[in-house]
Nanobody
Framework: QVQLVESGGGLVQSGGSLRVSCAAS????????VAWFRQAPGKEREFVAS????????DYVASVKGRFGISRDGAKNTVDLQMNNLKPEDTAVYYC????????????????????WGQGTQVTVSS
């Protein structure tokens, strides 16, 4: 089983940048598809970005395309989310999620498909 721990959240001004990281422990993380979700106060958890197990396929929600970048480091067992040009509406708790991938290029934006979750990290963007 894979355990996930997020880090790197914090407070940043509008237009600034932040990088959050998901570190995995356990075996076979390279066979997992990984995604970032976020949940703002009073709202449902929503998909942000995902990266396939082979790192070749990425997917983003429309509101972050061109501003966020997801990447994985197989040697370190980490998946990072680089967030640029942050906006107040990006304020949320960011969660890392993972599941065993049925194929190397598989990604998913469905919350229910992910079996492993981290505890979340707070990102706050001030206006």
């Amino acid at each position: 089983q894979v355990q996930l721990v997020e880090s790197g959240g914090g407070l940043v001004q509008s237009g600034g940048s932040l990088r959050v990281s998901c570190a995995a422990s356990g075996h076979s993380f390279s066979t997992y598809v990984v995604a970032w979700f976020r949940q703002a106060p009073g709202k449902e958890r929503e998909f942000v970005a995902s990266v396939s197990s082979n790192g070749a396929v990425t997917d983003y929600v429309a509101s972050v395309k061109g501003r966020f970048g997801i990447s994985r480091d197989g040697a370190k067992n980490t998946v990072d989310l680089q967030m640029n040009n942050l906006k107040p509406e990006d304020t949320a708790v960011y969660y890392c999620a993972a599941r065993r991938a049925p194929s190397p290029g598989y990604t998913s934006f469905f919350l229910s498909t992910y079996t492993n979750w981290g505890q979340g990290t707070q990102v706050t963007v001030s206006s």
